[in-house]
């Protein structure tokens, strides 16, 4: 099993990995760019003592090492105690984040992770999601369709992504938002149709 945990760094009171609780059976993948600071490319990869070997391996052969002066700063990071106190303003910032575009978007069907950079905003009738990817981009909007994230040929619902940490600051956050609340009230035909 390969756990994935770059996107949930920032979410608070979560369970054990499961690297933690089956480790023979589980590998781990993170990262401190989402969680502390953009420009922190530093990452881990946590597997057990059997696996070491094969796991160094695949890391040298995609992308052979980082910078050794931003590990060396994400460790004094944790060291001193700075990547506590980063990771706690990330977290304040991305609640107040969610909670703007939550309010924004009141009435509609939105799923959403607290922590999470981004929230899924279900499309309402008739909206199809690459037709209102494209109505908003030419609003300034940049949303992303499921299909983006979709695996197979299965069907994929109407939904678009929202990232909340885009935006340079939260006003940026709630003007998007705001651009997008008349497409979402008055539907596709107040957009010029796809050919």
Known sequence: VIED???IGLADGLPPPLAALAPEQAVLVGSFSKSLA???RVGYLVGSSSLQNRLG???RASCWMVSPVMV???CEWIRDGSARQLLLAQREEISARLEIALDRLQGFRVSSHPGGL?????LPEPWRADEFVVAAREQGVL???AASF???RAAVP???RISVSAASTRAQLAQGLELLLPLLHEGPGAVPALF
């Open 158 to 160: 109407h939904a678009v």
């Open 150 to 152: 979709s695996v197979g």
């Open 57 to 59: 391996a695949a890391v």
């Open 118 to 122: 981004h929230l899924w905003l279900h």
């Open 72 to 74: 060396a700063l994400v």
């Open 143 to 145: 949303v992303q369709g």
């Open 38 to 40: 953009a420009g922190v």
């Open 5 to 7: 945990e770059v996107s």
